[in-house]
């Protein structure tokens, strides 16, 4: 399964960004897609993870500021990052989990794109 990450980069504090992953290759069935984060000197946490019951989870520190979605044909989960805080900024890892075309459990993460809150 690969996975391609799109969006970040360097925004003000109060700003706006959105990043994108979108995920191919021989996929049966997507049960979660989502985002991690990781800053210097920290351990990496759990962003915003969408399920394919539809449901969310968000971590603490974004919950209300950060929404998640599926797109396209499902194999796409953005994130729209709003209210952004100097604290926000890490390197955002897209994390996709599911069953692929042998029914073989997967658990994919992208390259990271980084997002940088600053004035």
């Known amino acids: 399964v690969h996975l391609v990450e799109s969006g970040g980069g360097l925004v003000q504090p109060g700003g706006s960004l959105s990043l994108s992953c979108a995920a191919s290759?021989?996929?049966?069935?997507?049960?979660?897609m989502g985002w991690y984060r990781q800053a210097p000197g920290k351990q990496r946490e759990l962003v915003a993870m969408r399920t394919s019951g539809g449901s969310s989870n968000y971590g603490d520190s974004v919950r209300g500021r950060f929404t998640i979605s599926r797109i396209n044909d499902g194999n796409t989960v953005s994130l729209q990052m709003s209210s952004l805080k100097p604290e926000d900024t890490a390197v955002y890892y897209c994390n996709v989990r599911g069953y692929d075309s042998v029914r073989k459990v997967f658990d994919s993460w992208g390259q990271g794109t980084q997002v940088t809150v600053s004035s």
């Open positions: 290759g021989s996929i049966f069935v997507i049960n979660g």
